[in-house]
């Protein structure tokens, strides 16, 4: 949360861009993966293609993060700490 405590039982929804898409946030997929973050505000997602992808992270309530990633390999581990967006 914006106090730096971690959020469980968040939604995870990574979407991926096609490769030569309008490069603005909420643009149309076409792959999602999906997660939940667990007590520690960790979440995975496997088997995740290459590729540039809209995550977004919502609460019950609201949307917290909507962020652009690019996954550059398959098979490595990568890791990103969202910032939660100002409410």
């Known amino acids: 949360d914006r106090l ?18 309008n490069l603005t946030l909420g643009g149309p997929g076409t792959q999602t993966y999906t997660s939940r973050s667990d007590k520690f505000g960790a979440y995975l997602i496997h088997a995740i293609k290459p590729g540039t992808y809209d995550v977004v992270v919502r609460s019950r309530s609201s949307t917290l993060s909507n962020e652009r990633l690019v996954i550059k390999s398959e098979r490595t581990f990568h890791r990103h700490d969202l910032r939660l967006m100002a409410l």
């Open 4 to 21: 730096g405590h971690p959020v469980a039982d968040a939604a995870i929804t990574a979407t991926l861009l096609p490769e030569r898409a």
